[in-house]
């Protein structure tokens, strides 16, 4: 009786003594990223912890005829991946054009292979993303950026003359979109659109997919609607390019939100039913990206939007993440159209626009709550911006990467939602 009983206690020591040591096991600390799940479970069954920012580049973000004032920093992907690093995160949501390809493509590749290797070095997961902003330099020589210029000059007609505008209220804009999902739009050499662009990204799987780092790639961002009839369209498109993608890569590949994304547009409605229409037929580790420039409180727009954002995701049966963040307040104004007609939109206004302690804890408690697959806070750009927020760095006149006071903003809401690390 007595061996029987020592027995047992012999055996519940054991138990006791492995549970102390379970409970001493460090959690996830902000000079370390947390750990990353190897395969997506779309069932959420493994949660990712994939966090981290939009990083820009030199030679990847060129423009047809722009060139940035700004120096571009020494040693910036040294510096920048290692600063994410030590601030908690694992991911780069990393932005190149298609047009900054067609002006330098060697410099172009040179600097993706630099991406791949730091980011390898530094064990940080990179998507690699297919940015487009006002469709392109071509029709926006101020601001825009993406498609190359060679799809905007076959044609007869003036429609897309050079600067004859981008914007989604843009007429140019909107037929170049329309004739897009049609799978009309050719380059100069009547060559398909759809096919060239496939063709780009996989110079861009072939660069890089063999790194450890690089964890996916973003086939479009922020494409442009202007019909309800549309949504499926988009579908199609993303069908075709996942297909082409799985050729040669097994990775994740991420498809975007559209613009206008405002559930009141007057264009079409936004809705988790329309929404989920874009996504591919292969939906095999897929991530739907969309964007909150907002605070999502409670019962307000931008949590109802956000809440729009997440159906869409479970009925398209598809994980999400939140590709671009932000606190960035806007105002309605008044301007002109093509046709001189009076059109209100709501532009950025850089004076409003901040981001403290609190809503930067608010957003990432969000997505942590909402069990979203990632995120990526906007941006680190050696560029600088009039919206304060919207820039983690600044270049000192030497060239070297100073972090902005935001940057401990976003390092202290990682800590305080994911824990910090005791020795």
Not at 307 to 327: D, F, H, Q, R
Not at 331 to 347: A, C, H
Request: proline share 5%; net charge negative; no cysteine.
């Amino acid at each position: 009786m007595f061996l029987k009983v020592g027995a047992k206690h012999f055996l519940l020591a054991i138990f006791i003594s492995l549970m102390i040591l379970v409970s001493f096991e460090k959690p996830f600390s902000s000079a370390s990223p947390p750990a990353i799940a190897q395969d997506i479970d779309q069932n959420d069954e493994k949660r990712q912890m994939y966090i981290g920012v939009n990083v820009r580049g030199e030679y990847t973000n060129l423009q047809h005829e722009r060139y940035p004032n700004s120096v571009f920093p020494k040693n910036y992907y040294e510096d920048s991946f290692s600063l994410i690093r030590d601030s908690g995160m694992n991911l780069v949501r990393y932005l190149f054009y298609w047009e900054a390809y067609e002006r330098n493509p060697e410099l172009f590749i040179q600097e993706l292979q630099t991406v791949a290797r730091v980011a390898d070095k530094y064990g940080i997961k990179v998507i690699y993303d297919n940015h487009q902003y006002q469709t392109s330099s071509w029709l926006d020589p101020k601001n825009g950026t993406g498609f190359p210029e060679s799809l905007f000059q076959n044609t007869d007609d003036h429609i897309f003359d050079k600067g004859s505008g981008g914007k989604t209220h843009h007429e140019s804009s909107k037929i170049w979109w329309t004739e897009w999902w049609d799978r009309s739009i050719e380059d100069t050499d009547g060559i398909d659109g759809w096919d060239l662009m496939a063709d780009f990204l996989k110079k861009i799987v072939k660069t890089v997919d063999n790194h450890t780092s690089t964890l996916g790639y973003e086939i479009l961002n922020e494409p442009q609607i202007h019909n309800d009839n549309q949504w499926e369209k988009v579908g199609e498109f993303n069908t075709f390019m996942v297909k082409e993608l799985r050729e040669l890569t097994q990775k994740t590949i991420v498809f975007s939100q559209q613009i206008p994304g405002s559930k009141h547009s007057d264009v079409i409605e936004l809705t988790p039913e329309n929404i989920a229409k874009m996504a591919p037929d292969n939906n095999n580790n897929t991530v739907f990206k969309f964007t909150l420039y907002r605070l999502p409180e409670p019962g307000g727009y931008h949590d109802d939007r956000f809440k729009t954002y997440l159906e869409a995701g479970k009925i398209s049966g598809i994980p999400v993440m939140i590709g671009e963040w932000n606190n960035v307040e806007r105002v309605k104004v008044e301007e002109t159209d093509d046709d001189g007609n009076k059109i209100e939109l709501y532009k950025v206004d850089a004076k409003s626009s901040d981001i403290d302690q609190r809503r930067a804890t608010f957003f990432v408690d969000k997505f942590e709550k909402s069990s979203v697959w990632g995120w990526a806070y906007w941006n680190w750009n050696y560029i600088p911006n009039p919206v304060a927020p919207t820039n983690l760095l600044t270049v000192t006149p030497d060239g070297k990467i100073q972090p902005t006071k935001y940057l401990e903003v976003l390092k202290n809401a990682i800590s305080e939602i994911y824990g910090e690390q005791t020795e």
